[in-house]
């Protein structure tokens, strides 16, 4: 091949310049006989080759983790649990799946189906319905609405209902497991048929929408005693999602600044927490969840002078129990923990609490 420069050759077909074919290139690897990896050009010459395998790596590309929508994304900050039930809401929220949340009474069901909602881009209304609010003899009327005169009082133009109100939109049915059972049975026929059929009328009207339901009750176990309907049950709870209660969370710093901050938005007003209720709020237990600590910082806002807030502006119940009386500063839950013998399952007995509970606290005033 003299006369020849290199860059004559790129490009060619490798059996244009030697007597082999591409598939005969396995032959000439790095291991095997010197022998049987000499290569004859089509001039005649004979060269010893070296073919190397092409580095290939086996792991697949990573995948960017996909953005949250901003309505689930400020749903948390940090916490565990949380993110996990953020990011399985995310993923549902794309899909026309009906959705069962179940948490404490408090625990937020609310803010997670107002976030789920916006995520799913629908345009129309977010209707929420508290089944264990409205009186059992009016709530058939308020959910599928009323045709006109259909009974003594009813309006001579009829209602439209709330299920027709959330049309093309979300349906928020909580606490779901307070429905009457003559009415699951009709809500059964909504969610099958995609139709509703107001008290007094005749036909049925179609309707379309997503249907996301609650409740802090255990509703296998209302299946179990009778008092929910299997099938409606499992119409509903296509998916669960459980949030954690607040004395569970870990971001529960970061949650008492932002309902502060909404509380500070809501008055016009700012306000300075001192140590000693921060550490209170932080080591309480918090049974009433976020509803709760909303409360208790709207009744320390309006108690607060000059917008400090001391503890003596904080809701008495905060210093009911022994963990929360011994909250006035982190010290003294460490103090208690010094007098146990530094045993947290000691402590954990003597106040009557989990010993995940305990980790828990320190790790926060810490």
């Known amino acids: 091949m003299r006369g020849f420069a290199t860059r004559d050759f790129l490009g060619l077909p490798i059996s244009e310049v030697f007597d082999m074919d591409?598939?005969?290139?396995?032959?000439?690897?790095?291991?095997?006989?010197n022998g049987e990896r000499l290569l004859r050009a089509k001039n005649g010459l004979v060269l010893f080759a070296s073919a190397v395998a092409p580095a290939v790596s086996l792991r697949a590309p990573t995948r960017p983790e996909p953005r949250l929508p901003r309505a689930l994304r400020d749903l948390s900050n940090g916490d565990a649990a949380?993110?996990?039930?953020?990011?399985?809401?995310?993923?549902?929220?794309?899909?026309?799946?009906?959705?069962?949340?179940?948490?404490?009474?408090?625990?937020?069901k609310e803010f997670l189906a107002r976030a789920i909602h916006e995520s799913?881009?629908?345009?129309?209304?977010?209707?929420?319905?508290?089944?264990?609010?409205?009186?059992?003899?009016?709530?058939?009327?308020?959910?599928?609405?009323?045709?006109?005169?259909?009974?003594?009082?009813?309006?001579?133009?009829?209602?439209?209902?709330?299920?027709?109100?959330?049309?093309?939109?979300?349906?928020?049915?909580?606490?779901?497991?307070?429905?009457?059972?003559?009415?699951?049975?009709?809500?059964?026929?909504?969610?099958?048929?995609?139709?509703v059929q107001p008290v007094g009328a005749l036909k049925a009207r179609p309707v379309r929408l997503r249907v996301l339901s609650a409740s802090h009750r255990d509703l296998a176990d209302l299946v179990k005693q009778g008092r929910f309907r299997q099938d409606l049950y499992y119409r509903l709870n296509a998916a669960t999602l459980s949030l954690p209660a607040l004395r569970e969370r870990e971001d529960l710093g970061w949650l008492i600044d932002q309902l502060l901050a909404r509380v500070e938005k809501e008055n016009g007003e700012t306000y300075r927490v001192d140590k000693a209720v921060r550490a209170a709020l932080l080591t309480h237990a918090w049974p009433g969840n976020l509803r709760e600590l909303s409360n208790a910082l709207r009744v320390a806002a309006a108690l607060s002078e000059s917008g400090v807030i001391d503890v003596g502006c904080l809701p008495d119940h905060l210093f009911a129990g022994p963990v929360a009386a011994a909250s006035d500063d982190d010290g003294e839950l460490r103090q208690a923990l010094s007098d146990c013998g530094n045993n947290v399952s000691a402590l954990a007995r003597k106040l009557g609490v989990n010993r995940s509970t305990i980790h828990r606290r320190l790790k926060r005033l810490n």
Request: hydrophobic content about 40%; charged content about 25%.
């Open 120 to 195: 799913c881009g629908g345009s129309g209304n977010f209707v929420a319905v508290n089944c264990a609010a409205i009186p059992e003899h009016l709530i058939e009327s308020e959910l599928f609405g009323y045709a006109p005169g259909a009974f003594t009082g009813a309006s001579q133009k009829g209602k439209r209902g709330l299920i027709e109100e959330a049309q093309d939109g979300t349906l928020f049915l909580d606490e779901i497991g307070d429905m009457p059972l003559a009415l699951q049975s009709r809500l059964l026929r909504v969610l099958s048929e995609n139709e």
């Open 82 to 108: 949380m993110e996990r039930v953020q990011a399985r809401a995310a993923k549902l929220a794309a899909r026309d799946i009906p959705i069962l949340i179940q948490g404490e009474t408090g625990s937020g």
């Open 22 to 33: 591409v598939d005969d290139l396995p032959r000439f690897m790095r291991g095997r006989p």
